[in-house]
């Protein structure tokens, strides 16, 4: 899981996005479906704006041979009018020299023209084989429903699958949502409340059931998971998370702090 959190003090909110790789099923196995076309997740005081399938992303080995085979096929594309300029050139040549030679030198010339024009024509069968870059497929962006409000749990975020997938299927989603006044995981303290009186404060407490609030997840304790983080402060602020810190950003007016658990 990949959290990507946004914290805006003036309106004591989170914008977040968070990127889910997980396998489709039920929890124990038991009673899974052959095909499943739904996935729900645990959501609390939140607003979900966007949820999207999205594709698989390249390695970077994939991503280096891909640029590879586009720099070849644009050389191959630039030399091919120069080849073929070449041979017309040669053509020519050889027509124009047959003329005052003997039946003999003729014959040669021929067989020259021919070597050329089958030149010409291999030319051509390598542009046609040469491997053509592939373009990842799309993300597709999902319908979902929240369901009604259970007091002191939450929500169901119910996801749409664009199709069916077999039992322990890898997919990947994104979702865009943000906080609101209800997510009982975030406690934000005025700078009145705090000892500096200077800076306000935010902390969060995740039990028992207030993670749901941090982003939408399957909220249970059958499930772990490991997560990397960035979150972006005013750079006046200072985060820090129950992960390894693996480094700082600043741009501009703000800091991204960023954690791999």
């Excluded at 914290?7 to 095909?35: N, Q, R, Y």
């Excluded at 609390?44 to 096929?73: F, N």
């Excluded at 030679?101 to 030319?123: H, L, M, P, T, V």
């Amino acid at each position: 899981m990949h959290l990507n959190l946004n914290v805006d003090f003036d309106k004591s909110i989170i914008k977040g996005i968070v990127d889910h790789k997980m396998k489709v099923g039920s929890l124990d196995g038991s009673a899974t479906p052959e095909e499943i076309n739904k996935i729900v997740l645990d959501v609390q005081g939140m607003e979900v704006q966007k949820v999207v399938l999205l594709a698989e992303a390249p390695s970077e080995a994939s991503l280096l041979q891909l640029q590879d085979e586009e720099k070849d096929a644009e050389e191959l594309v630039q030399a091919e009018p120069e080849k073929k300029s070449k041979a017309t050139n040669k053509q020519k040549k050889v027509s124009q020299t047959s003329v005052s030679k003997s039946k003999g030198d003729q014959a040669q010339a021929a067989k020259d023209e021919g070597s050329s024009a089958e030149s010409k024509a291999n030319g051509s069968k390598t542009s046609s084989t040469t491997p053509t870059a592939t373009k990842a497929s799309q993300s597709e962006e999902l319908t979902f429903q929240v369901g009604a409000l259970v007091p002191d749990v939450g929500q169901a975020l119910t996801i749409n699958l664009p199709r069916s997938f077999k039992p322990q299927s890898i997919v990947n989603l994104r979702i865009h949502y943000s906080t609101n006044d209800q997510a009982t995981a975030f406690s934000w303290l005025t700078p009145q409340q705090t000892l500096g009186k200077k800076m306000p404060y935010l902390f969060t407490q995740c039990q028992f059931l207030a993670c749901r609030s941090v982003a939408p997840l399957q909220d249970t304790p059958a499930i772990k998971a490991t997560y990397t983080a960035e979150v972006t402060v005013p750079k006046q602020f200072t985060v820090k998370m129950s992960a390894n810190d693996t480094g700082v950003v600043e741009n501009g007016e703000m800091k991204t702090y960023k954690f791999h658990n």
